[in-house]
Structures are given as structure tokens and as C-alpha cells.
């Protein structure tokens, strides 16, 4: 008997979770994803749409309302994780508010990240009117790499160009070749005016 009531309340607090994870995810109306490796952008949109558990499925293993609303206990790291973050994607959520007005929120989202996928939202992003994005960077766990692959994200990492920690990689080899290039000009220039026959 003992046995069975607590089956009982698992199942009831399962499903309660479930309602609950639901009722949220129907914040977010549609979601755009952009990021390298991508021949366009992918599209994906909730509220009784084709692929709307896609939608849900993203919302959540990417962390995107404890980013956005303040939870107790809060799961968002102020510093970012340890690790490589690989190549970024942007996630624009909207998410319909009061008088019929719709809000943009953007969550940037790294699932190849080293050890683990994370993502990001930044603080101070408005919506509802007055309300703020809590933001922070949250460890998403593999969950989040699948979800995206299964709405068509590469299976493995494209290489890092413009996004992720690339881009500070390729501003550092733009410097490098910008000065290689410099110090060939100056040298260019002295073997020139050693070769020029001196004035009279």
C-alpha cells in the first residue's frame, strides 16, 4: 500500500511538472536560430504550430526562462563556465506581451562548448514593459547540443570563424598580418632608397 501511494505521488508531481514546463514554454511564440554551418536560418515556432515541441524542447535545455525570470533557486552563473565555447549561435525569442505588443530576447547558445554545452542571455534585456532580463550563463548539458542538431545544427562543430572564441582569434591573426605586412613596407622602402643613387 505504502508502495503504491508513493507511485502515486511521483506520477502527480510528474505531471505537475510537465503542466508547468508546458504552461511556460507557451511564453515564446516562435524562435529564430542563426550561427555558422547553417545554410539559412532555422525557424521555430510554438503555440499549436507544426514543430512546436521542437520549440519547447529548445526553450528548455538551453535555460532560457531562468535567464529571463528571477527563480529561486537561480541557476544562472554570472561567470562564464570554464572551458572552449567553440562557435556561437544567436537564439531571437519572441514572446508576446500586454497590449498586444511582442518583445525580442536574445539568447546566445554554445553546444559544442568543452566539457559542456552552455548558453548565455545577457542582463537588462526588456520585456513586459518594465520588465529585465535576469541573464547570466547557464550549463546546459548535452540535452542542448541534441536538441539543436534535431532541429538542424551540424552533428559536430563547424569551424570557428566570426563566432564564439574565434573571433577573438581572428581579430589577433588580422593584427599579426596587418604588422607583417607594415614591416614588409618599411623594408620595401629602405632597399629602395639604398638602391637610389645619392643626390649630387
Same mark, same amino acid.
Given at each position: 500500500?505504502? /508502495?503504491? !501511494? ?11 511538472? !510537465? ?14 536560430? =542563426?550561427?555558422?554551418?547553417?545554410? $539559412? ?8 504550430? +507544426? ?5 519547447? =524542447? ?29 562557435? /556561437? ?32 542571455? $545577457? ?9 529585465? =532580463? ?23 562543430? +563547424? ?29 620595401? !622602402? ?11
Amino acid at each position: 500500500m505504502m /508502495r503504491r !501511494l508513493i507511485s502515486v505521488s511521483a506520477a502527480a508531481a510528474l505531471a505537475a511538472a !510537465l503542466l508547468t514546463s508546458s504552461a511556460l514554454a507557451k511564453g515564446v511564440t516562435d524562435a529564430m536560430i =542563426t550561427g555558422p554551418g547553417l545554410d $539559412e536560418t532555422i525557424t521555430l515556432s510554438g503555440e499549436g504550430q +507544426p514543430g512546436s515541441l521542437q520549440l519547447y =524542447t529548445v526553450v528548455e535545455a538551453a535555460g532560457f526562462y531562468p535567464g529571463v525570470f528571477e527563480r529561486s533557486p537561480n541557476p544562472m552563473l554570472a561567470d562564464r563556465p570554464r572551458g572552449e565555447l567553440g562557435p /556561437r549561435y544567436t537564439i531571437a525569442y519572441t514572446m508576446p506581451g500586454p497590449n498586444n505588443e511582442s518583445d525580442v530576447i536574445l539568447q546566445d547558445v554554445y553546444p559544442y562548448a568543452q566539457p559542456e554545452p552552455v548558453a548565455y542571455v $545577457e542582463p537588462g534585456q526588456h520585456f513586459f514593459g518594465t520588465g529585465e =532580463t535576469v541573464g547570466g550563463w547557464f550549463v546546459a548539458g548535452m540535452v542542448l547540443r541534441d536538441a539543436l542538431v534535431a532541429v538542424g545544427l551540424p552533428e559536430s562543430a +563547424p569551424p570557428v570563424g566570426a563566432d564564439g572564441d574565434g573571433a577573438r582569434w581572428g581579430v589577433i591573426a588580422g593584427a599579426a598580418v596587418a604588422a607583417c605586412l607594415a614591416v614588409l613596407l618599411v623594408l620595401a !622602402l629602405l632597399a629602395r632608397r639604398r638602391s637610389s643613387p645619392a643626390p649630387a
